[in-house]
C-alpha cells in the first residue's frame, strides 16, 4: 500500500487513499499517517466499512488510547458501547435516539459548540478517529477549524496578549452557554475545571495554535467577563470561514482530527433520525499547564 493525501480544505484537512483501514498498518503506513496529521492536522478516509475491532485496532496501531470514562451524562449501566469507544451518537442502549427532552442528548448538543475534544481533561485527547455506521437524512456535518492558521493570522499585540495564558476549561462552562445547567452535585464534582495553556507549540512541526473550545470559560488572573470577551473574540476569529472545513458524512467515512491543531462542531440534523458516529481517542502525551492544588 502506498498513502496518497490531496487536500479538501481551505488550509489544512487531507483526503487519503491508497489505504485499507481494516487492515493491519504496516510501519511505513503509520509514519505516512502520522505525518500527514502533523502537516494536514484533520485527515478524511472514504469508504471504509470497519467493525468496532477493527476501528480499535486500526487506532491502537497509531497509539495509546484514551478511554471514555465518566465524561458524559449516560450512567455506566447505560453505555452502548466499550469504554474503549467515546459514543457521540444520539443513541441510547438499545440503539434507540434519545427523546429530544432527554437531559443525556441535551449535554450532547454541546458538541455543536466549537471545542476540542477532551480539553476538560488534565492531559487532554491527542487525535479523535471518528467513523459513521449511520449518518441522518440531511445536516449532522462536522466543521473543523485550523488552530494554527488562526494563531498565525493574529496581529502581533493579540499574540504577545495570548502568550503564557491559561485557561479553566470544564464542561460544565459549555453547557452554561447552551442553558443546560441541569447537574447533579456528583456531576458538578466530575466536572471540575482543568488548566489548559491557550498556546501550544505543536511537538514535531514546532507551529503555533489557540487552543481553544467552548469549555474554556475563565483565564487564571483574570476577571471572568473580561476572560470571556476575550475568548469569545478569539473564537470568533479563530472561526471564520477561510479556516474552517465542513465534513459532510457518508457511511464508511473515517475522519481523524489533531486535537492539539484543530476545533470542531457537530451540525443539528433531526432529532428523530439515528446519526451513529463511534470515537476512538488517542491519548495526549500530558499536561499543558500546571494544575492548581486540589
Ligand atoms: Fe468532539
Known amino acids: 500500500m502506498s498513502i496518497s493525501i490531496r487536500q479538501v480544505g481551505p488550509c489544512f484537512a487531507g483526503e487519503v487513499e491508497g489505504i485499507d483501514c481494516s487492515k493491519p498498518l504496516g510501519d511505513a503506513d503509520v509514519a505516512a499517517i502520522h505525518a500527514g496529521m502533523d502537516e494536514y492536522a484533520v485527515l478524511v478516509f472514504r469508504d471504509q466499512p470497519l467493525g468496532d475491532a477493527q ?13 471514555a470514562i465518566a465524561t458524559s451524562l449516560r450512567a455506566p449501566d447505560e453505555l452502548r458501547l466499550p469504554t474503549t469507544f467515546a459514543d457521540v451518537s444520539n443513541l441510547d442502549k438499545e440503539h434507540r435516539p434519545f427523546a429530544r427532552d432527554d437531559r443525556r442528548r441535551l449535554f450532547g448538543i454541546g458538541n455543536r459548540l466549537w471545542h476540542s475534544d477532551s480539553s476538560f481533561k488534565a492531559v487532554p485527547a491527542k487525535y479523535s478517529l471518528l467513523h459513521a455506521r449511520s449518518v441522518p437524512s440531511k445536516g449532522g456535518n462536522t466543521e473543523f477549524a485550523d488552530m494554527r492558521a488562526a494563531y498565525d493570522a493574529l496581529d502581533d499585540e493579540t499574540k504577545a496578549a495570548c502568550e503564557g495564558l491559561v485557561c479553566e476549561h470544564s464542561q460544565i462552562y459549555s453547557r452554561q452557554q447552551i442553558g443546560f445547567f441541569d447537574f447533579t452535585d456528583e456531576e458538578r464534582e466530575r466536572f471540575k475545571p482543568v488548566r489548559q495553556a491557550l498556546v501550544r507549540t505543536h511537538p514535531v512541526t514546532g507551529r503555533k495554535s489557540l487552543y ?30 477561510q479556516f474552517v472545513y465542513a465534513h459532510e ?30 470515537r476512538t481517542t488517542l491519548a495526549g502525551d500530558g499536561p499543558t499547564a500546571e494544575q492548581a492544588a486540589a
Open 55 to 67: 476501528q480499535l485496532a486500526f487506532t491502537e496501531s497509531l497509539g495509546e488510547i484514551e478511554q
Open 212 to 241: 481553544l473550545a467552548s469549555h474554556a470559560g475563565a483565564i487564571v488572573g483574570w476577571p471572568i467577563p473580561e476572560a470571556r470577551c476575550f475568548l469569545r473574540d478569539l473564537m470568533e476569529h479563530a472561526t471564520q470561514r
Open 249 to 278: 458524512w457518508r457511511v464508511g467515512d473515517l475522519v481523524i482530527w489533531d486535537n492539539r491543531q484543530t476545533m470542531h462542531r457537530a451540525r443539528p440534523f433531526p432529532a428523530e433520525e439515528a446519526r451513529d458516529m463511534r
